[in-house]
């Protein structure tokens, strides 16, 4: 060995070692293959800032629930992370919406690792279901099943798309006691517009967010990554002609609205950014003050206090929600904690109304309940904003 090649090998064995303990350097040795169906080619993997930003938040070893919109390059980065955590001795389980899409997943892993420089390659044997390591290490993906994963131990978790898992809240409760004793989990996902705001993705991002689980959350916008601009996003939504919720959920400016499936909602045109303001007014600041009652018999009775103020702003205040028959002394009892102008009832709750007036002396009356009038006054209001 000449002694060029000498430093030559040495120089390797130093950006090798990096590597390993360097999530963000081996990234730099990471190639992709390219989304073109036809004609696919092996492409370099592009450090665009917010995935770097995300990879250095990945090494810290803290479980993270992310929001992402579509074709960020989230997917390969997730399985460059599973390479480079069982290349370093861990277990990482991939859990995929089905037996094709954790199948693609692992293959992205295979492509990762067969694609190294040789003086990297480790020996790790692919198979369709794992990849194993001379170490320690090994990376196995399943579907979104009940038992996923469960006979296994593992040290990282990765969650691909999961609001579109049929078993999430399964697989995540399975895994959980592992989480807990120092593993780590990476949720991640697009909006499913099908689902909206429903399903245990959404759930636990909001209380993620709320600071409620120990999970850091993330949301990831259409526009981070490089050269997408107002003029391409009007060319993605032509594309979704008469696919409103799609677009929605897959080029989100805010979480609120990917989680927003409109062929559900009453009214399409909501939008909490321009519905919805952060405005403190007091009860006692409202011009008018008005209880809505609908008592649901079978399905849940609901109560709010919504109050009026000077700049024709709706607020809520309170809100009574429950399952199953509702004593109307309860309602009652609610109600009279605060100060109300007006309580709108059902009109054929005729003993209600007159038990609120008596028994509470509540200004209770019969409510206009016209629906057509009131979803049209109400979309009117909303599409002038």
Not at 167 to 187: E, K, M, R, W
Not at 193 to 214: I, Q
Request: net charge negative.
């Amino acid at each position: 060995m000449t002694t060029l090649t000498k430093a030559r090998a040495l120089d390797m064995l130093k950006v090798d070692e990096l590597c390993r303990r360097s999530f963000v350097d081996f990234l730099d040795f990471v190639r992709l293959r390219s989304d073109d169906p036809i004609n696919p080619v092996v492409t370099r993997w592009q450090p665009w800032p917010y995935l770097i930003e995300q990879a250095q938040t990945w090494i810290t070893g803290k479980s993270e629930i992310i929001l992402k919109d579509r074709q960020l390059g989230y997917s390969w980065l997730a399985a460059a992370f599973a390479v480079w955590k069982a290349r370093n001795g861990a277990a990482v389980c991939l859990i995929s919406k089905g037996d094709r899409e954790a199948k693609e997943l692992l293959a992205k892993c295979a492509f990762i690792e067969s694609h190294l420089p040789p003086w990297m390659q480790v020996g790790a044997k692919p198979t369709s279901e794992v990849i194993q390591y001379p170490s320690t290490g090994v990376v196995m993906a399943f579907p979104s099943t009940p038992d996923a994963g469960v006979s296994f131990t593992f040290q990282v978790f990765i969650f691909d798309e999961a609001h579109f898992h049929a078993y999430a809240a399964d697989n995540f409760a399975a895994l959980l006691p592992t989480i807990s004793a120092g593993g780590q989990a990476i949720v991640l996902s697009t909006a499913d517009p099908s689902l909206g705001p429903n399903g245990w993705f959404p759930s636990y991002y909001w209380n993620s967010k709320a600071g409620k689980t120990g999970f850091a959350s993330r949301f990831v916008p259409w526009h981070v990554r490089p050269g997408r601009d107002k003029s391409g996003l009007e060319a993605e939504r032509a594309k979704f002609d008469e696919l409103p919720e799609h677009f929605d959920a897959y080029y989100a400016d805010t979480d609120a609205q990917a989680f927003v499936a409109r062929s559900g909602l009453v009214y399409p045109m909501w939008n909490e950014a321009k519905h919805v303001r952060a405005e403190r007014v007091t009860l006692d600041q409202c011009r008018r003050v008005v209880a809505g009652v609908d008592l649901g018999g079978g399905d849940p009775t609901a109560v709010v206090i919504l109050g009026l103020d000077a700049n024709h702003h709706v607020h809520q205040y309170a809100e009574f929600y429950r399952r199953g028959p509702v004593p109307v002394e309860e309602i009652g009892g609610f109600l009279s904690r605060y100060r109300v102008d007006a309580v709108e009832c059902p009109p054929e709750q005729a003993t209600v109304i007159a038990t609120l007036v008596s028994q509470f002396g509540l200004p209770a009356h019969a409510a206009n309940n016209s629906r057509k009038d009131g979803f049209n006054l109400t979309a009117t209001l909303l599409e002038n904003d």
